[in-house]
Nanobody
Framework: QVQLVESGGGLVQAGGSLRLSCAAS????????MGWFRQAPGKEREFVAA????????FYADFVKGRFTISRDSARNTVYLQMNSLKPEDTAVYYC??????????????????WGQGTQVTVSS
């Protein structure tokens, strides 16, 4: 069992930065791949970024490449999403999730076993 708690969301102006954190409980955190997803009002949840359990492989949605960076700290059982050059279209609730590291694709939200409650990110123009 893994419990996930996100933090770090808030209101920021376009061009600004935020760093989201996702703290995981449970001794098996290091065995999971971790992902970030987001959902804007009236839209489906979409993949943002993911990282393998080793931290050696990362994956990004095209719309965040070069702006967002995912990382993890196994000693702190925490995964981060550094978001730079934020745009109004990045406004959404951001969720972190944990998936078995063995799955082939980390872009499919249906393959994730555990989810956090989400944190709101609002980017003003």
């Amino acid at each position: 069992q893994v419990q996930l708690v996100e933090s770090g969301g808030g209101l920021v102006q376009a061009g600004g930065s935020l760093r989201l954190s996702c703290a995981a409980s449970g001794r098996t955190f290091s065995s999971y791949a971790m992902g970030w997803f987001r959902q804007a009002p009236g839209k489906e949840r979409e993949f943002v970024a993911a990282i393998r359990r080793s931290g050696g492989s990362t994956f990004y949605a095209d719309f965040v490449k070069g702006r967002f960076t995912i990382s993890r700290d196994s000693a702190r059982n925490t995964v981060y999403l550094q978001m730079n050059s934020l745009k109004p279209e990045d406004t959404a609730v951001y969720y972190c999730a944990a998936a078995p590291n063995s799955i082939a694709t980390l872009r499919d939200s249906s393959l994730y076993d555990y989810w956090g409650q989400g944190t709101q990110v609002t980017v003003s123009s």
